[in-house]
């Protein structure tokens, strides 16, 4: 790959996911182009580009899914799921009129631990959880990472912050050192690709009262961030709440929500009242 | 068990095209104006029309999709668009602007320079808070040069605001001169005397 053929390949990829790599990643770029040069039995770099561009063969799908970092694990930050249910569930359901759905967004969910451990966390912590319906949506971009989390197999690593009560409770061993989510834990988390940098792809998911978008700005620069902040704006009801990554702080992309400082957790939210909304 | 799973209520994507996008950009609810800045955010032609529909839009969720998708567009034609709202009465849409800039530093920092001679000694005072964030190489020079000439303290001060953080000890006989000029301010004084302090103690580190 040339320098203008890297320069061109990591626009692309910033065009269509907000990712930024730069020329200190360029290892991790080219080994990835490989792989996909290997498979797709492409010859040349501006074959395979011309490939990806086309969207050949679902090319771009597969291409956007080796470039994702999808670590993650149960119970990540758990302090953020303590402040979900001491405080920001409380208020949101007060203002709910009775039989409306709780609605939470894991995204991006990456390979399921996020949006398992909400589910899990809100049926040992919320004393109120028979009292409502609550719909979990876990979403990413990586499709592989989606196939995964709907299989619902874990292995050590990602279970190392469960005690082994929970385990046992939530989980039927499949294999040495494997897990896998009971049926009915798997039946009650939604699965579903998006683009946090598509309004149309977001929009479709409607709108939710909590959102944990932890750990992707990150990857992202700051018109990405924005872009993807101002998306989950609108996918929040007024007063609804977005968490993000410990390293991650709305105030410094975008000034249309409001920080709310709990015991456990500091937290956005889009102003409540509809003047905005 | 009380967790469900639904299926999605079917919310249309709102994505016009980029000739929809540019007739609603100013018109309409503040959903469409919303949804028509967000679609020209890959219109390259559309950075003058975004810019325009800034001046008329009072919404500030609208306001700062706008400036993303200039933001996103990231070319001179957006740099322009974004520039003369650094002039705007509105402090929000100022401080949006300025924010804008600063998040294309290379597509921004070439227009330092005339931003911190411009008449407005408003712009001049945002120039300053630019030029931290640009990193452009001379940007310590072009401070220097304004310390020399700058009449209004405020500036000054703002200027000194920077230089503390990026600027190195050649800055002292500057800073002396500024002092001299403004011997009768005690406020912009004392700030040169813990700017001067600040960067004196750096020479050591910099001979070396
Ligand atoms: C490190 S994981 C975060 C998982 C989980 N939220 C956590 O904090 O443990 C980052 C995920 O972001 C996803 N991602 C990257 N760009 C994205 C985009 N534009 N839209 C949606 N998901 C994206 C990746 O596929 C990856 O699974």
């Known amino acids: ?277 | 068990m009380p967790l469900i799973r639904r299926t999605p209520d079917g919310v249309q994507p709102d994505r016009p095209d980029a000739g929809e996008a540019l007739a609603t950009l100013t018109h309409g609810t503040r959903q469409k104006r919303w949804a028509a800045a967000r679609a020209l955010s890959d219109a390259p032609d559309a950075a003058e029309a975004l810019g325009r529909a800034l001046s008329s839009e009072d919404d500030p969720h609208v306001r700062e999709a706008i400036l993303t998708s200039l933001l996103r567009l990231r070319s001179a034609a957006s740099i322009q668009a974004i520039l003369p709202h650094l002039r705007s009465d509105n402090a929000s849409l100022r401080t949006g602007a300025l924010d804008a800039l600063r998040a294309m530093p290379d597509v921004a920092g070439p227009h330092l320079p005339e931003l911190l001679r411009d008449a407005d000694p408003d712009v001049r005072l945002l120039a300053c808070d630019l030029a931290r964030s640009l990193r452009v190489a001379d940007a310590t020079h072009l401070l220097y040069g304004l310390l020399e000439v700058e009449r209004e303290a405020n500036i000054c001060a703002a200027a000194l605001d920077v230089l503390a953080e990026i600027g190195g000890p050649e800055a002292l006989p500057v800073l002396a001169r500024c002092a001299e000029r403004f011997h009768d301010h005690p406020f912009l004084a004392f700030s040169i005397k813990v700017v001067t302090e600040r960067l004196s103690a750096q020479t050591p580190r910099h001979r070396g």
């Open chain 1, 1 to 277: 790959m040339t320098e203008e053929e890297f320069r061109r390949l990591c626009d692309f990829l910033y065009r269509r996911t907000g990712m930024v790599f730069t020329e200190a990643k360029r290892y991790y770029v080219q080994r990835r182009v490989t792989d996909r040069m290997t498979a797709t039995g492409a010859t040349s770099f501006p074959s395979y580009f011309a490939r990806l561009r086309g969207d050949l063969n679902g090319e771009l799908e597969q291409f956007i899914n080796v470039f994702t970092v999808n670590e993650t694990y149960f119970y990540r930050e758990d302090h953020q799921l303590r402040c979900l249910t001491t405080d920001l569930l409380m208020e949101c359901v007060r203002a709910k009129p009775p039989g409306e759905v709780v609605r939470i967004w894991s995204v991006p969910c990456s390979t399921g631990e996020e949006p398992y451990s909400i589910a899990i966390w809100l049926l040992e912590n919320w004393p109120q959880v028979d009292a409502y319906d609550i719909e979990i949506v876990g979403s990413d971009i990586d499709t592989r990472a989606l196939e995964a989390a709907r299989e619902g197999v874990f292995g050590k690593r990602a279970l190392m912050r469960l005690t082994p009560d929970l385990v046992a409770k939530y989980f039927v061993p499949v294999g040495p050192e494997q897990w896998r989510v009971l049926e009915d834990l798997r039946q009650s988390v939604r699965f579903t690709p998006v683009n946090l940098v598509e309004t149309g792809e977001t929009r479709a998911h409607g709108r939710f009262d909590v959102i944990f978008c932890r750990n992707v700005l990150i990857y992202f620069d700051d018109a990405s961030r924005r872009l993807a902040a101002e998306n989950l704006y609108e996918n929040l009801l007024p007063g609804g709440y977005i968490c993000l990554g410990h390293s991650e702080s709305m105030s410094r992309i975008s000034p249309l929500f409001e920080v709310r400082r709990y015991v456990d957790a500091i937290v956005y939210q889009r102003p409540p009242g509809g003047a905005r909304g």
